[in-house]
């Protein structure tokens, strides 16, 4: 999916302060990866975000 964590980076710099999975879509991501990566940014300690909504999956930038 992605060549290095800086390309996850650039892609999560990249979003909006609040993104869906449709947002990642954007980049070229299709299916299941966009919500695994969207997930990916709640869940690794790199990225300052949280869960806001499950239905549709939201997350929200804190920093």
């Known amino acids: 999916m992605f060549e290095s964590f800086a390309q996850v980076d650039r892609l999560y710099e990249r979003l909006p ?17 966009r919500h695994m990566v969207v997930r990916h940014f709640v869940e690794h300690p790199a990225f300052d975000c949280e869960l806001v909504s499950r239905q549709p999956l939201t997350v929200r930038k804190r920093g």
């Open 17 to 33: 302060e609040a993104f869906t999975a449709e947002h990642v879509g954007r980049t070229g991501l299709t299916g299941g990866r």
